[in-house]
């Protein structure tokens, strides 16, 4: 079974307007955290936001911010204000506190941001 | 600043050659890891180091192994290349074990066998 699923391939959005990425998870540890990284066409992944289980508070780190519903098992990552140096693909990630060391992946979307 | 770096971003290889992967970082990080990334399948692990000459198979260990002989090197070898291991393979580190430790990567390897 999937434990992260991005159900949004590609998305689109006008510069300037806010856009959300999709992300739910599985896990049956209490203890886990979850993670969203970028990765533009040039190749490299760039960790943007992290939000752990136990958290309270929605992560928020400058344009973005993580909606974490814990119940839903979502963790949706929204961009305000979109740029278009924000066209990239997006990952979101989880680590279980009884995974060890490894972290496991979506499949991502991709988001084009359109002037 | 800290640093992943993969020894190639770009590399074209022949059926049956023994390939081999360089990643390099400079943070001092205990745990290494190697993945390879495919259209709608994200990331997938293929081995993991938690430190020098410890190794662990990740999800897609067939068909490759790893070396780590010093703590900042970390190398991912094809024993004998095949086409369906065409893909991009990305390194990453993390420092200890806390589960808030984001992953830093590498630029990826671009790697193509024909």
């Known amino acids: 079974a999937q434990k992260i699923t991005q159900t949004q391939p590609g998305m689109f959005v006008q510069e300037k307007e806010a856009v959300t990425l999709d992300c739910t998870y599985d896990?049956?540890?209490?203890?886990?955290?979850l993670f969203w990284y970028k990765q533009p066409s040039s190749g490299e992944m760039i960790f943007l936001i992290y939000?752990?289980?136990?958290?309270?508070q929605n992560a928020t780190e400058g344009r973005y911010s993580l909606n974490f519903q814990k119940a839903r098992k979502s963790a949706n990552l929204v961009i305000s204000a979109s740029q278009l140096g924000d066209s990239a693909m997006y990952f979101c990630?989880?680590?279980?506190?009884?995974?060890?060391?490894?972290?496991?992946f979506g499949a991502g979307t991709r988001l084009f941001v359109k002037a | 600043d800290v640093k992943v770096t993969q020894s190639s971003r770009y590399l074209v290889k022949r059926t049956g050659e023994k390939v081999f992967l360089e990643c390099v970082q400079d943070?001092?990080?205990?745990?290494m890891f190697w993945y390879r990334q495919d259209p709608g399948l994200g990331l997938r692990l293929i081995y993991f180091?938690?430190?020098?000459?410890?190794?662990e198979k990740g999800d897609i260990p067939e068909g490759y192994s790893v070396s780590r002989e010093k703590k900042e090197r970390f190398s991912l070898i094809l024993e004998s290349a095949s086409t369906n291991q065409t893909s991009m393979y990305l390194c990453?580190?993390?420092?200890?074990?806390?589960?808030?430790?984001?992953?830093?990567f590498g630029d990826g390897t671009r790697l193509s066998i024909l």
């Open positions: 943070m001092d990080h205990e745990n």
């Open positions: 990630a989880m680590r279980e506190n009884t995974g060890g060391f490894k972290t496991i």
């Open positions: 180091s938690y430190d020098v000459k410890m190794k």
């Open positions: 896990t049956s540890d209490p203890s886990y955290g």
């Open positions: 939000q752990g289980s136990y958290d309270q």
């Open positions: 990453a580190s993390t420092m200890g074990q806390g589960l808030n430790q984001p992953q830093h």
